[in-house]
Nanobody
């Protein structure tokens, strides 16, 4: 399983960005997926997760109501729509595929990782 994240960039406070993650596998719909992020000098943290079908989602409190995770199983794509961005959202964002179909919030439960895409939010 290979993951390729894209869509990061520089945006002003209050702006929006959409991250994408292309996943190369024949078993995309057998994996729960997630986004994590890592800010400079901080540990990697959970952002959002989505079940194998897309029917269930989970979000970190810090992004609830501002970010939306979604997936397209027909296209092997994962997305993160980010709105009302804040300076504290600045980080490298990583997409990840779980070991199986169960949705988790811990990084250790995700087996496959993309290379990360940088999001910089400034005023």
């Amino acid at each position: 399983v290979q993951l390729q994240a894209s869509g990061g960039g520089a945006v002003q406070t209050g702006g929006s960005l959409r991250l994408s993650c292309a996943v190369s596998t024949d078993t995309f719909d057998r994996h729960a997926m997630a986004w994590f992020r890592q800010a400079p000098g901080k540990e990697r943290e959970f952002v959002a997760a989505i079940s194998w079908s897309g029917g269930r989602t989970d979000y970190a409190d810090a992004v609830k109501g501002r970010f939306t995770i979604s997936r397209d199983n027909g296209a092997n794509m994962l997305y993160l729509q980010m709105s009302s961005l804040r300076a504290e959202d600045t980080a490298v964002y990583y997409c990840a595929a779980s070991w199986g179909m169960i949705m988790y919030t811990a990084a250790a439960d995700y087996k496959y990782w993309g290379q990360g895409t940088l999001v910089t939010v400034s005023s």
